[in-house]
C-alpha cells in the first residue's frame, strides 16, 4: 500500500523552546497557497497529532503554531512549514517576544544555508592540487 501522508515533522536542531517541532509538507513549495487542498489538510492535522504528542510529553497545556509564509513574513527556507512551540509560564519574559526569537532563528539558519551553498564539493583535481 502506498503512503498517502504529504507531511512529515521533526525537532528543529535549534529551539527557541524545548520540544520546538516543525511540520512540513513532503512536496517543496514556497507558499502556502501553493499547496492541494488535500496537503493543506494532512499539513494541519499532522500538526494536530504532533501537539497531542508533544504537549503532555513535555507537561504544557499550551502551544503555538506559525507558518511565516513568504520573505517578507520572515520565512528564510522557501518551503512550506509549521512551526509547533510546546508553551509554558515564563518561557520568555514577554509571550509575543516568542516570535522574535523565531525570527533570530531563522536569520541564523539562512546565514548557515547560505554558507553551505557556498561550499564546493571536493574533486579528485581540488585535492591533487592541495597535494
Known sequence: MEDETHSFAFVNLRPVVPGYVLVCSKRVVPCFVDLTDEEVIDLWTTAKHVGVKIEPHYGVGSLTF???????AGQTVPHVHVHILPRKEGDVKILDEV?????????????????????????????????
Open 66 to 72: 506559525g507558518i511565516q509564509d513568504g520573505l517578507y
Open 99 to 131: 516570535y522574535d526569537e523565531l525570527d533570530r532563528k531563522e536569520r541564523e539558519l539562512k546565514k548557515h544555508l547560505d554558507a553551505e551553498a557556498e561550499r564546493k564539493d571536493a574533486t579528485l583535481e581540488s585535492d591533487r592540487e592541495i597535494l
